[in-house]
């Protein structure tokens, strides 16, 4: 986490704080990205993580500050995508779900490995699937209670679009993020475990 990061990080927040649809859709939203920052400044001296990690927050930040912005069900891009393909929704909120899965099983693994929890390759995979499958949940759940407290800003926060499987697709997008990451990255995100590892520290 550079100054390149925070200065991509703090502008993309500014820019979506300023006028959006809706301030209270966009708190929900952007909150999870607020509180991921927080916990990287508390913990940057003691368990820094690797590159990739950083990198890979960053751009789910960004995807929760356009989503925090616009909402999820009117993301201007992808509306020309429903357009341009006859679909039936705006599907930007499956491209977040995906991300949801995809970035935390990096992380997850990553603090998985460095604290030596498990050594068995399929026992990693296995604990990073769960816990990103509940992070998935526990976010659904936060959803669901919005709902109950505010109809009016559940609409915009839930952004089912009238689809009644919305839930259970918003899990299995995150599902499928995960395997991704762990098939695509695994070989790559080791290698920058080690030489994270093996590098000495610098207390200047």
Not at 29 to 47: D, G, H, K, Y
Not at 94 to 107: E, M, N, R, S, Y
């Amino acid at each position: 986490m550079n100054k390149t990061w925070l200065t991509i990080f703090f502008s993309v927040l500014i820019w979506s704080v300023i006028n959006p649809k809706d301030y209270l859709t966009w708190l929900l939203e952007t909150a999870p990205a607020t509180i991921a920052f927080i916990v990287l400044i508390a913990t940057r001296s003691r368990f820094p993580l690797t590159n990739l990690a950083y990198a890979l927050i960053l751009f789910h930040s960004i995807l929760l500050m356009i989503g925090g912005h616009y909402t999820y069900a009117e993301v201007p891009l992808f509306d020309w995508i429903k357009n341009l393909f006859n679909l039936e929704r705006n599907n930007y909120d499956k491209l977040a779900h995906f991300a949801q899965g995809f970035v935390p099983a990096i992380i997850a693994r990553e603090i998985i490995i460095r604290n030596h929890v498990v050594t068995n390759t399929s026992w990693l995979n296995f604990f990073v699937i769960c816990i990103c499958l509940a992070i998935s949940a526990f976010y659904e759940l936060i959803e669901w209670c919005v709902a109950i407290v505010s109809k009016e800003a559940a609409d915009a926060f839930l952004g089912t679009q009238g689809y009644i499987w919305d839930t259970q697709s918003d899990m299995a997008y995150a599902l499928l993020g995960a395997m991704v990451a762990l098939v695509s990255l695994n070989r790559t995100h080791d290698r920058l475990i080690s030489k994270l590892i093996t590098k000495p520290r610098s207390f200047n």
